[in-house]
């Protein structure tokens, strides 16, 4: 007969088996998707979508032209037009926070009849102001091939100027196979370069690469050069747009500084980095080769305070400038980086490991030190937190081991140490929001006993958002999953709301019954505490039955 101690740890490997088993499921249901989501970018048309530019229209080509247009017949199957999708040329133009496959309509003497958007990732807002501008959408209407692949003469969409930008610069890839700079069509002059070169008269295209401009003063002779982000770093987004950058060189070819010219970004963040004279002095001295290989993160590059989104999307789109610059844009195989962040992290856990592990534990003074630590330093500054926002997305998408490999090295302590030590590590040692919850305790004077029946419903809560999360991570449902913890809070300043009222509500229930939170609301916890070797892992217990419905509605939607 099995003992109890075989008996524990054989349903608890079964535990941990079913929590792989979800987490597998959900990868493959998102690689599933994307698969999906592919086929419609590439998908046959159907003769639905093209109706409204051919009223005879009967049936469609299943053979495509050498353009890859599909061609439309009547009844008497003659053609009559064609039809050609930017899809999937145009899946690297981002516009205000995603890509648009568009369809072009043309009719048999090679004239546009119209544009039509069949899909969309971008703000729904902004994509229905497009659609709804007729103007826009007509533009077009008239021009044959080449001129329709012209698209700096149209007006961007007021209000929805990235999106439908964006939209343009599809159609100008799919129609004149490359990619104008609509979003920052004004072309550098030479007065933008008086800052650095005083005399700088004019800017003259280097004819091995007309991308790069020489400074040129009144008596011919070449100053330095200059080199503009834009287009090659136009889909690097920061706060809420992309940034055209100058970069300077001087005439021995090495930065001596780099110039915002024209954002899509907030004010005043793009005026806090134009003011900024440390950041834009950051790049000097180096040359158009290391510029190409420069790797912000790796080279410490810090945002600016108060603009940190925008100016590192600034410092991204540098090194894409110099690599289109230098013709040598390539798949680079991805870096391992370790950052300062990732030394902050790694030295958390390991402190945190010592104190779970040894007598330190039961020194108050420590304790309360390293938890007022965890507030300052890992919850505000840090901010590598444990959430079902984070685990989904690595469930769905893999590990970032070689970008995060401290926060993935926490994530396997959180997970692995309680599963072979019964020590609740991350959740009693780790957690900033834990530890706010033992500190508003610190002179309560009162304890509040919550009824055991209300405590059983309130047990339910965790489960319950466990649930959602299953469901929303199967079905790629647009909840933003970090609204249901409180974790985001710790970044209050961009923060949603949501984040925030679990935060505030759990730290004044925490005041009254110790632990509030991680009892009744964190579905993090519940999971770290299931796969939790401890005394009662020898029997079956309600987690193992909403651990086994969690598991039966991933099957049956992977299923189906």
Not at 6 to 12: A, E, I, K, N, T
Not at 231 to 243: R, V
Not at 399 to 408: D, E, G, I, Q, T
Not at 520 to 548: E, K, M, Q, W
């Amino acid at each position: 007969m099995t003992s109890p101690r075989w008996r524990g740890w054989l349903l608890h490997l079964l535990r941990v088996s079913v929590l792989i088993m979800v987490i597998w499921l959900i990868r493959g249901q998102h690689v599933t998707w994307q698969q999906t989501q592919a086929l419609m970018a590439e998908s046959p048309l159907t003769l639905a979508a093209v109706k409204p530019f051919y009223d005879n229209a009967t049936s469609l080509s299943k053979q495509r032209t050498a353009r890859g247009a599909v061609t439309v017949f009547d009844p008497e199957t003659r053609p009559i037009g064609y039809v050609v999708q930017t899809s999937p040329r145009s899946d690297a133009i981002t516009g205000y926070s995603g890509p648009t496959n568009t369809l072009i309509a043309f009719d048999d003497h090679d004239r546009v009849l119209g544009i039509r958007i069949l899909h969309s990732a971008d703000t729904v807002e902004h994509v229905t102001d497009v659609v709804h501008d007729k103007a826009f959408m007509a533009a077009l209407v008239g021009r044959d091939w080449q001129q329709a692949g012209n698209t700096a003469n149209v007006d961007a969409v007021s209000g929805a100027s990235l999106t439908s930008l964006a939209i343009l610069e599809g159609i100008s890839l799919r129609l004149a196979g490359s990619r104008p700079s609509l979003r920052f069509p004004t072309e550098v002059a030479a007065s933008e370069l008086q800052p650095f070169f005083p005399h700088a008269d004019q800017l003259v295209a280097q004819e091995e690469n007309p991308a790069i401009f020489d400074v040129v003063d009144l008596a011919g002779n070449i100053l330095g050069s200059c080199l503009r982000t834009s287009p090659a770093a136009d889909d690097e987004i920061g706060y809420q747009g992309p940034t055209d950058t100058l970069i300077v060189f001087d005439a021995g070819g090495k930065v001596i500084g780099i110039q915002v010219r024209q954002s899509y970004d907030n004010e005043p963040y793009v005026g806090y980095v134009r003011d900024e004279a440390y950041f834009l002095n950051f790049f000097n001295g180096q040359s158009m080769d290391d510029l190409a290989r420069f790797d912000p993160v790796e080279a410490g590059v810090e945002g600016v305070s108060g603009a940190t989104m925008t100016s590192m999307a600034i410092a991204a789109g540098l090194p894409q400038a110099a690599r289109a610059g230098r013709l040598a844009v390539e798949r680079k195989t991805p870096r391992f980086v370790w950052s300062g962040r990732d030394t902050g992290t790694t030295l958390v856990a390991l402190t945190a490991l010592l104190i779970c592990f040894t007598r330190l534990r039961g020194k108050r003074w420590v304790r309360m030190a390293f938890q007022l630590l965890l507030i300052a330093y890992f919850g505000f500054l840090n901010g590598d937190l444990l959430s079902q926002a984070l685990l989904v997305g690595w469930a769905q998408s893999g590990l970032p081991w070689r970008l995060a490999p401290a926060l993935v090295g926490l994530v396997a302590v959180a997970f692995v140490v309680p599963s072979i030590s019964k020590k609740q590590v991350y959740c009693h040692h780790i957690c900033p929001f834990g530890a706010a919850q033992q500190l508003v305790r610190i002179g309560a004077a009162d304890r509040r006993r919550i009824p055991r029946r209300l405590a059983r419903y309130l047990k339910l809560i965790p489960a319950a958002l466990l649930l959602l999360v299953v469901l929303t991570a199967m079905n790629h449902w647009s909840i933003n999953l970090a609204g249901i913890e409180p974790f985001d809070a710790f970044v209050f300043w961009i923060a949603g709301a949501a984040s925030i009222t679990v935060a505030v509500v759990g730290l004044l229930a925490a005041r009254f019954t110790p632990m509030a939170y991680c009892r009744f609301g964190c579905p993090t916890g519940a999971v770290l505490n299931y796969v939790r070797y401890h005394s009662r892992s020898d029997r079956l217990t309600a987690h193992d039955g909403i651990a086994l419905l969690l598991l039966i509605a991933a099957v049956a939607i992977r299923v189906i």
